[in-house]
């Protein structure tokens, strides 16, 4: 709650002991008490400091407005430049990075050496991203590995494929999670075996796999793991292992922020080359080049494998189904609806989702769009793709004959959010997110026949002494 309190250098100081807390929503709520209070210079103190909230909360479209508002009075706010600067940076977009960066660094007169620093990285991924483009393949796949030539030491001990792939079980499977957890890695050759054939798996599927529920089977939707493997061997514990009495949808963003990407996606992928019809997988808006680049997914399989292994991941990622239907009921996405009425199932189903995420379009929508309390349409507060209301949310669920949309995309404080009358569902099974954010995770289980909605909360585990994002480039640990 916020204090009875009008004072705005009071209320601002109360928004910096939640900023350090890690407490960033609250702050949000009380440097926003404080710009309503405020005037002139100390005005636009706190809208800096609520756009380095925002981007804490990963609300870059926020951020950016809160710059931009601040530059309405003063074109010389540093503070400004850099905030937008970031924004655009954690979304990719290295072009409007560069061009907010160099405003900062013209303002400094070249002698900010953390300004500075920032262009050489944006400077250095604009050449990569070119470099990528100049040798990239016709078909957006990888360059070939050949297994015959990965050579496995005689010191190995975890598992092994010797002969054909249907060597992976369950049994393989759980000699797997223990390697993991042992933090041991799977040998580069039985990986590569692995992302091979689930890339064959996940490219024969629709764009959204149409999925009936048997009737009094318990199918379990989980939400973002975020490279957290031991809350994914806990969510297993809890639940039980995938199997055909159990089986799961992950919903996109395996990867990223957590430092044990690698181990959580090759669990996830052993799973659905196990048997297909036990683990079920959607892309997230993390599935893709940009984020692994700036959240650590890149450098993490660099370290633990090599290029070839990443590019091969990318290609894997490519072929992720978009979204899942249940038992012609519930619609299954990463992010949320779409920037125009009249979207249906059948024109999502002719998409051509075997490429690399889009800035616009109804794909970019399925990855990055929010669900808002007000009706209609509004700017996202990621800075892509839009929020949407609970006009919208029932309107395209009447149309398309379903009754709920279940997604995921935003951390919440209980693991899970149910808005819109009921309709829109947020499910993140993420707990204490990236080390900090202190919220439980959850997912759904849905019973066949009557499809209704079971929660179940969870808490972290403990887990090895590597901090979130120890693989990553820097570029989301500056601001």
């Given amino acids: 709650m916020i204090p009875n309190s009008h004072d705005p250098e009071k209320l601002k100081e109360l928004g910096n002991e939640q900023f350090k807390l890690s ?139 010797d002969n054909d792939i249907s060597e992976v079980t369950p049994e393989w499977c759980e000699k797997l999670m223990n390697h993991y957890k042992d933090q041991k890695k799977l040998h580069k050759k039985y990986a590569v075996m692995i992302l091979q054939k689930v890339g064959e798996i996940l490219k024969s599927q629709q764009n959204v796999v149409e999925y009936d529920v048997p009737k009094d089977l ?15 061997l806990n969510i297993f514990k809890i639940n039980g292992n995938p199997s055909v009495q159990r089986p799961y949808l992950f919903n996109g963003d395996f990867v ?64 992720l ?15 949320g609806l779409f920037s125009n009425d009249g979207v249906t199932i059948s024109e999502l189903q002719k998409l051509n989702r075997f490429r690399d995420i889009p800035e616009g379009g109804p794909m970019a929508d399925m990855l990055w769009s929010d669900p808002i309390k007000q009706n209609g349409r509004h700017p996202s507060k990621r800075g892509i793709s839009i929020s949407f209301g609970p006009d919208i949310a029932h309107k395209f669920l009447n149309e398309n004959g379903l009754s709920l949309l279940v997604r995921s995309h935003e951390m919440k404080d209980q693991g899970y959010e149910v808005e819109a009358d009921g309709r829109v569902i947020t499910i993140f099974s993420a707990p204490n997110y990236c080390d900090q954010m202190k ?19 969870f808490d972290a585990v403990e887990h090895p002494k590597l901090p979130p994002m120890a693989y990553a480039r820097n570029y989301g640990m500056f601001m």
Wanted: glycine share 8%.
């Fill in 23 to 161: 407490n960033f929503q609250k702050a949000i709520e009380f440097y926003t008490s404080a710009i309503e209070n405020a005037n002139g210079n100390q005005r636009l103190v706190c809208l800096s400091n609520r756009a380095f909230a925002h981007i804490k909360m990963e609300n870059y479209g926020l951020a950016i407005i809160d710059a931009d508002e601040i530059l309405k009075d003063d074109s010389g706010f540093i503070k400004a430049y850099y905030r937008k600067g970031s924004a655009y940076l954690l979304l990719g977009k290295f072009d409007d990075a560069r061009r907010e960066f160099k405003r900062a660094d013209s303002l400094t007169q070249g002698k900010d050496a953390d300004i500075q620093a920032k262009l050489k990285q944006i400077k250095q991924a604009i050449y990569e991203r070119e470099f990528a483009k100049s040798i990239e393949r016709p078909d957006e796949s990888s360059e070939p590995i050949e297994i015959q030539d990965i050579i496995v030491e005689q010191g190995y001990d975890g598992p092994r494929i």
């Fill in 218 to 232: 318990e199918f379990t939707v989980c939400g973002d793991t975020h490279g957290q493997f031991f809350d994914l």
């Fill in 256 to 319: 990223d922020r957590g430092s044990w990407s690698v181990e959580v996606i090759m669990t996830l992928f052993a799973w659905k080359v196990c048997n297909p019809d036990i683990m079920h997988l959607t892309r997230g808006n993390h599935e893709s080049r940009n984020m692994n680049k700036m959240y650590g997914f890149e450098g993490e399989v660099k370290h633990k494998y090599d290029d070839k292994v990443y590019e091969l991941f990318q290609t894997v990622f490519n072929y």
């Fill in 321 to 335: 189904p978009l979204a899942y239907t249940l038992s012609k009921q519930v619609m299954v996405v990463h992010g």
């Fill in 439 to 457: 919220n439980k995770g959850a997912f759904i289980i849905f019973r066949g026949g009557e499809m209704k909605p079971k929660f179940v909360q």
